[in-house]
């Protein structure tokens, strides 16, 4: 059973920084998508960032192009979110999620893990 478990998130000051980890496990991810996303109180659930475990092709919502950054270690089966330049409406909890296939930016994702709260303060 695939496993995701975020950890990372934390209180900072807008202009700071934060590195989210996604640690997933269960089987051997190849041809497989993962994606950060994230919840405001009140909003859906919105597209952040993902990228491909094979090819390493990135994909960033407009609203953390250039302030957000995704990477992955295979060895470890884990992925990062390193966010710089934060605002205060960055504040949500930011999940991680596994699918098999292509990167998808909508929520049709097949595992998710329990999220992590990230708050900035203005």
């Known amino acids: 059973q695939v496993q995701v478990v975020e950890s990372g998130g934390g209180l900072v000051q807008a202009g700071g920084s934060l590195r989210l980890s996604c640690a997933a496990s269960?089987?051997?991810?190849?041809?497989?998508?993962m994606g950060w996303f994230r919840q405001a109180p009140g909003k859906d659930r919105e597209f952040v960032a993902a990228?491909?475990?094979?090819?390493?092709?990135?994909y960033y919502a407009d609203s953390v192009k250039g302030r957000f950054t995704i990477s992955r270690d295979n060895a470890k089966n884990t992925v990062y979110l390193q966010m710089n330049s934060l605002k205060p409406e960055d504040t949500a909890v930011y999940y991680c999620?596994?699918?098999?296939?292509?990167?998808?930016?909508?929520?049709?994702?097949?595992?998710w893990g329990q999220g992590t709260q990230v708050t900035v303060s203005s």
């Open positions: 269960g089987r051997t991810f190849s041809n497989d998508a």
């Open positions: 999620a596994v699918r098999g296939g292509v990167v998808i930016t909508t929520t049709s994702y097949d595992y």
């Open positions: 990228i491909h475990w094979s090819g390493g092709s990135t």
